[in-house]
């Protein structure tokens, strides 16, 4: 596991450890036994949230709304998160492409924090009292997914959404979101390269061909 390779490290029973999992940096950097080098990487966790019209039958899906998508958005205070939570070992962007890739516009505002003016987009959207929705969380494959999980519960909380967060395996989360479960989705990808037309395609293919959410080829 990986709380078993740190506790290696740690004693010097190994000479390098490669991704310690994020919740267990601070041992890392306040040890006076090792050094953290740290290089940046292409890795992305996002959240997608799925806006078909209705969940079942003539239920409407309050995702649907664009009003309820900006007020998910405004409730997460991504600062804080990444300093108290991913030791400032990450960044936010604007635009779900990396900066170094064609495609991203860096006149694109990040997103302001603002739990109050969260509150009210709900209101105006018709759910003065909130909702519930589920979402499904890839865990441990991505950097800090699991913990962005729990983050985005409690966020969604404080504005009245009272999500239910379900963690799977890549294989298991893949397979659900498959067959159409949950309301939204929090994943990630890895990239190496520099081209629109091959992140696309990572993006893309990552999710299977017969998902309902695989839209490669189809405009963003």
């Known amino acids: 596991s990986k709380k078993e390779q740190l506790n290696l490290f740690l004693e010097n029973k190994v000479d390098l450890l490669i991704s310690p999992e994020i919740k267990y940096i601070k041992k890392v950097i306040f040890s006076d036994k090792v050094d953290l080098v740290s290089i940046q990487s292409k890795n992305i966790v996002y959240m997608m949230l799925n806006g078909r019209k209705y969940l079942k039958g003539n239920i409407k899906n309050p995702l649907n709304n664009f009003l309820v998508r900006k007020a998910i958005s405004k409730s997460l205070d991504l600062d804080s998160f990444i300093a108290q939570k991913l030791q400032r070992k990450a960044k936010r962007i604007n635009f779900p492409l990396l900066p170094s890739l064609l495609g991203n516009d860096p006149k694109y505002p990040l997103t302001e924090f603002s739990p109050a003016e969260a ?92 998902s309902h959410l695989n839209r490669y080829k189809n405009q963003i």
């Not at 479960?181 to 992140?199: F, K």
């Open 119 to 210: 509150i009210q987009l709900l209101k105006d959207a018709g759910y003065p009292n909130g909702f519930k929705m589920d979402i499904l969380c890839v865990k441990n494959k991505y950097m800090g997914d699991s913990l962005s999980g729990v983050f985005v519960q409690s966020s969604l909380k404080k504005i009245g959404i009272d999500a239910n967060i379900k963690f799977f395996n890549s294989k298991e989360f893949y397979r659900r979101i498959d067959k159409k479960e949950g309301m939204a989705y929090i994943t990630g990808y890895s990239y190496a390269g520099d081209d629109i037309v091959s992140v696309e395609k990572t993006l893309y293919s990552s999710i299977p061909k017969q």
